[in-house]
């Protein structure tokens, strides 16, 4: 019985995407980085967005269809600070709430000059990563706490 399910499978290789697509969950992927200056500090943003309370985080956003998630990096840092950052090293990769994934770079700084996105972003500052806001996302307070005892 396996090799006819087999067999089937490969001669409806025209169709296989589209079946697995269809009987298998699509996910969102949300896309964070962890951007740190040469003096160790780390960005936060203010987001417009995000429940009060919870305002502060790091740069995120979505991955779009078939954008690498390196490069999602650097585009939603620019879009919402004017800054150019580099993509470096996987932090995590893991399924997030409901049909989400969530993927973090750490990210280094290479330049520009701060400009915010005042539709999604608030407000923009650099923190030490001993002195972060108290109104920030547990998750991405978390993440520099670890990547910083890492270091």
Known sequence: MKRIIARLWWMIRPVQWRLL???H???MVGVTGLVRDDQGRVLLLRHRLWPEGR?????????????????????EVREETG?????????YLRSGF???VEVAYEARFLGGDLAIDPFEI????????????????????LLIREETAND
Do not use: C, K
């Not at 800054?83 to 932090?91: I, P, W």
């Open 83 to 91: 800054l150019e950052v580099e993509a470096g090293r996987l932090l």
């Open 25 to 27: 969950a699509t996910f």
């Open 98 to 100: 409901r049909l989400r």
């Open 21 to 23: 697509w269809l009987t």
């Open 55 to 75: 305002q502060w985080g790091l740069p995120s956003g979505y991955a779009i269809r078939g954008e690498e998630f390196s490069a999602t990096v650097a585009r």
């Open 122 to 141: 608030l407000e923009a500052r650099w923190f030490s990563p001993a002195e972060l806001p108290d109104e920030m996302q547990e998750s991405h307070r």
